[in-house]
């Protein structure tokens, strides 16, 4: 297969695109062989002093700019975006491993969510209240909170920098995005569509490094007034108390464990089609994917049959292949782990469904989509986010054993559920620990409304004026004439 040309992108610091100072380099790999496609250059700890203060000076000469015409600049370059869609996609694809059409949606979706934060930029209001004094007014005023550190991960490595960087930049903020240093092409290619609006310097900036070290820094620097994070739990309670030595304000969209519920009353097919094709997407490899399928012992059998039925229509391959409907892992290391929690599923009397097979590997990172039955209880994979291609199937026999199982993890990201029941609906919207909940459908994020967890799925919430208010402060003002 005839591979496009992949070139590792520079660090963005002070308005200009500069090769990092670092000693180190990352090698970017094409998961779907292997191969290390370039070398990423770092930061060192000059380069992330010169971020810091041009990420001050840019905050100053951002927030001064009418949010009208901040509005117009995002706008502009979520236009760049579309217009480069094949490009940042083919990037994405190439260091990330996600089909191609994924890819390309995920560009879609990321100049989504920046344009409707960019639209949202000239509607923040304050209030007028009455005041206690003759000859007096008090009102209230919204201001961006000030530089924000912004953390964003390689699964879904456009739309969760676009989150930030949408919301961070419409309410007036200056932004240091890190994301991941296994994809950083194409989150770079969406930043230069905004840098060459001509952004005030350092009001977005793009650094890479050693993530333990870059994040210590930006999070101890007096500069940065706030953290927004996407990843795993164990990371976000770290760089959680980095920040509140600052008492930094902080969004974290952690892990999560979606449970799916699959009443007796549900289009059996339908629910089994749009679940099998949210759980595969991305080979598994997001926090809101369904990761726990909670089924009418009634429809067991049939949503069971459906479901494999769904994931043997997989083609498991390179993401270049127009041919590939699911791609490979995006490291070993999730290799290694998926295949750990099918092996404890098995040893524990589970039966093993491969749906589809993987492609030999060839040096990538390939696995298949497997659903599991007659999971024993302690099973991991009922505890543990697979975060990739394993679909456990479990039955149920009434709403609270159903909710029991569905609240039975430390995660609280998102929930689906299938029924025709008006009643069901309202208990499972009160009974389930979620940020989000689905209903016959799996849209669970969306530009106008808030995404966010629950119990260890996070704090905070991206995305809708909730996403848009996490970047504002307010300042209450009471002025007598």
């Known amino acids: 297969m005839n591979r496009p040309p992949y070139r590792a992108p520079r660090l963005l610091i002070d308005g200009q695109w500069r090769q990092g100072g670092g000693i180190d380099t990352w090698a970017v790999r094409n998961p779907a062989t292997g191969e290390v496609l370039d070398q990423l ?36 370059g979520v236009g760049q975006m579309r217009a480069r869609r094949q490009s940042i996609a083919t990037a994405l694809t190439l260091e990330q491993g996600k089909p191609l059409a994924e890819a390309l949606a995920e560009v879609d979706m990321a100049a989504e969510l920046i344009q409707w934060y960019a639209e949202e930029a000239r509607r923040v209001y304050g209030r007028l209240l009455p005041s206690r004094l003759a000859g007096a007014d008090m009102r209230v005023s919204r201001h961006p909170v000030g530089p924000v550190a912004a953390f964003s991960p390689w699964n879904f490595p456009l739309v969760l920098s676009a989150r930030k960087i949408g919301g961070a930049l419409s309410a007036g903020c200056s932004v240091l995005l890190k994301p991941a240093e296994e994809t950083p092409a194409a989150v770079a290619a969406m930043v230069e569509c905004f840098h060459d609006q001509e952004l005030p310097a350092g009001a977005l900036q793009l650094l890479f490094g050693q993530p333990a070290a870059l994040s210590r820094q930006l999070l101890e ?20 108390r980095q ?16 449970p799916a519920i699959v009443w007796r009353d549900a289009d059996v097919p339908r629910a089994a089609r749009m679940l099998a094709a949210h759980k595969f997407r991305n080979a598994g490899q997001a926090c809101l994917a ?29 993401g270049m ?40 590997s060839g040096g990538g990172y390939y696995a298949a989509p497997v659903v599991l039955c007659g999971l024993a209880p302690d099973a991991r994979v009922l505890s543990e986010e697979p975060f990739g291609p394993v679909a456990p199937i479990l039955p149920t026999d009434s709403l609270e054993h159903a909710l029991r199982q569905a ?75």
């Open 41 to 76: 250059g770092l930061v060192d700890e000059t380069d992330v002093h010169r971020a810091l203060q041009a990420a001050r000076h840019g905050f100053e000469a951002w927030r001064a700019i009418p949010a009208a015409r901040r509005s117009q600049l995002l706008l502009q």
């Open 221 to 240: 620097s007096p500069v940065v007034r706030k953290l927004s994070f996407t990843g795993s739990v164990e990371v976000g309670r770290l760089l959680a």
């Open 243 to 258: 920040a509140a030595e600052g008492f930094k304000r902080m969004t974290l969209e952690l892990g999560g464990h979606a």
């Open 290 to 318: 369904p990761s726990r399928f909670i089924v009418h012992e009634d429809v067991l059998e049939s949503f069971t049959r459906a479901f494999v039925e769904c994931a043997s229509g997989l083609r498991v391959g390179d």
């Open 321 to 360: 292949d127009p041919a590939t409907t699911m791609g490979p892992l995006a490291n070993p290391r999730r290799v290694q782990a998926v295949r750990a929690l099918v092996l404890d599923a098995r040893q524990r009397g589970a039966q093993v469904i491969e749906a589809a097979p993987a492609p030999d």
């Open 407 to 481: 609240n039975a993890t430390s995660y609280g990201l998102a929930a689906y559920l299938f029924t025709d029941s008006a009643s069901l609906v309202h208990a499972c919207e009160s009974g389930l620990e979620v940020g989000a909940l689905a209903v016959n459908n799996v849209a669970v994020s969306v530009p106008e409304a808030p995404f966010g967890g629950v119990k260890d799925s996070g704090l905070g919430s991206e995305s809708g004026i909730e996403g848009m208010e996490a970047f504002l402060e307010s300042r209450f003002v009471h002025q007598a004439y």
